[in-house]
């Protein structure tokens, strides 16, 4: 264990979720740090709650459900559970990096791949628009993504499907994010 300390922290973490007549506590005192370089892996059968317990204190859980979380979220010398959506936004965008199971959860279908990642890369990384566009190609290259400077003029439903799921997690890189959160 590395004496560093933690870059993402969460304590005694509970999220309980209430549909109309129906409230499952989906994640039930759950306790983890993360140190830089470190690895975590959270693992658990299909509904267990493992995507609600890691997109829960980023305020990033589907719309029509009422959450409700107790504990602690700690990042960046913030409690995650407690500060307003817009610093919760800022935040999640520079210091977390998330790539999501559906990659058409995160990108825009009616934008080009590449202006995407550079959006992302001038907005949280604070490059300016010429070295936004080469990192955005340096990104998909690195992601594994053949003939980068093509794939970053193309639309999302121009790619298939394993080049969306690398373009998603050039995304996630873009902002050069201290924590990277793998939804599967």
């Known amino acids: 264990m590395s004496d560093a300390q933690p870059i ?8 309980d979720l209430y549909a109309t007549t129906v409230s499952v506590r989906a994640v039930d005192g759950v306790s983890f740090n993360v140190r830089p370089g470190e690895t975590v892996a959270v693992v658990g059968e299909s509904g267990s709650g493992k995507t609600v317990m890691t997109l829960g204190p980023l305020g990033l859980l589907p719309e029509g459900v009422t959450v409700d979380m107790k504990g602690s979220a700690r990042a960046d010398g913030s409690e995650l559970l407690s500060i307003g959506s817009r610093q919760l936004s800022d935040l999640r965008g520079r210091y977390f990096g998330v790539i999501f199971q559906d990659p058409m959860s995160a990108l825009n279908p009616m934008l080009k791949i590449g202006p995407q990642l550079a959006r992302q890369a001038r907005r949280f990384a604070g490059l300016s628009h ?14 594994g993504i053949p003939d980068p400077e093509d794939r970053y003029g193309r639309y999302p439903h121009e790619m298939s499907g394993g080049m969306l799921q690398r373009a998603m997690i050039a995304l996630a890189l873009a902002a050069r994010p201290r924590v990277l959160i793998a939804d599967e």
């Open 130 to 143: 010429e070295a936004a566009r080469k990192e955005a190609v340096s990104l998909l290259a690195r992601s």
């Open 8 to 15: 993402y922290s969460i304590e005694d973490l509970v999220i």
